[in-house]
């Protein structure tokens, strides 16, 4: 049962998030995808009154629940389509999923033929794996009765042509006087990229390897995971 405080005021930006587990900032980004309509605001600041927040959860349904693209999300939760629009738009996010589920179900099916195989070393051992590669990869479309022979006949055979095999190993520029490659640690390894922002995570010297380049990319992150939304650059928690 709704509250007096919701119905006759309203609630904050906070709040409103708060109910469906989300952070403010993707309740603002939803906003600026036409997922929300921008609510009223009251001294500058938003405040999401009874259908402000039924909204919020309906594009909670479509967005985390249906994995709905937030284009296609809008058109259910705008309230402006007609009833065939965005019918419809749910019509092709369902065969969107069903194909997922058929592709998904297909992998486990794989997963568990190959988790019949009793070889310790399935790439040494294993007497039908040329088999299964013919059948499941590309490598079917290549001629030839051994691997080496097919991977060159796939070469010959692809859009690329002679004189590129200088081109397969790219060497790594750096500047003189470098004692390491620009692009690479200590060990030949390529640095990591922060999954937050995408650029380069400086490697710790000590303790556990950084996955994040600072803690707030690491929120984010979190945040992203927990909301199931992407999320944009970080912003305050609580703001209108």
């Known amino acids: 049962m ?28 939803w ?12 001294g500058g600041k938003r405040l999401y009154d009874e259908a402000g927040l039924r909204r919020i959860g309906l594009a909670y349904l479509c ?6 693209p937030l284009d296609r999300a809008a058109v259910v939760t705008s309230g402006k389509a007609a009833l065939s629009t965005w019918q419809h738009t749910i019509d092709e996010q369902m065969e969107l ?26 790439v040494r051992q294993c007497p039908v794996l040329e088999s299964e590669l013919s059948v499941h990869t590309p ?14 006949a796939a070469r010959s055979g692809g859009a690329r042509g002679e004189g590129t095999e ?15 490659p620009g692009g690479e640690r200590p060990g030949g390894e390529m640095p990591v990229c922060c999954p937050g922002c995408r650029g380069p995570v400086v490697p710790s ?9 600072s803690a707030a990319c690491r ?18 928690s609580d703001r209108s």
């Not at 906003?31 to 009251?42: F, H, S």
């Not at 967005?63 to 709905?68: A, E, F, I, N, S």
């Not at 929120?219 to 305050?236: D, I, K, L, M, N």
Request: proline residues 7%; positive net charge.
């Open 31 to 42: 906003e600026r995808q036409g997922v929300l309509d921008p609510p009223a605001r009251v």
């Open 139 to 152: 490598r079917g479309h290549a001629p030839g009765a051994d691997l080496v022979t097919a991977a060159r």
């Open 63 to 68: 967005c985390v629940v249906g994995r709905m």
């Open 219 to 236: 929120q984010r992150t979190y945040r992203t995971r927990r909301s199931g939304t992407a999320v944009p650059a970080a912003e305050g």
């Open 166 to 180: 200088a081109r397969d190993e790219t060497p790594v520029m750096h500047a003189p006087g470098d004692e390491k």
């Open 205 to 213: 010297p000590r303790g556990r390897p950084r996955t994040h380049c």
């Open 97 to 122: 999923l069903e194909q997922r589920i058929g592709d998904l179900k297909a992998a486990l099916e794989y997963l568990r033929h190959l988790r019949l195989c009793e070889d310790d070393d399935i």
């Open 2 to 29: 709704s509250t007096g405080r919701v119905t006759r005021q309203g609630v904050s930006i906070g709040e409103a998030a708060a109910l469906y587990g989300l952070a403010p900032s993707t309740v603002r980004w």
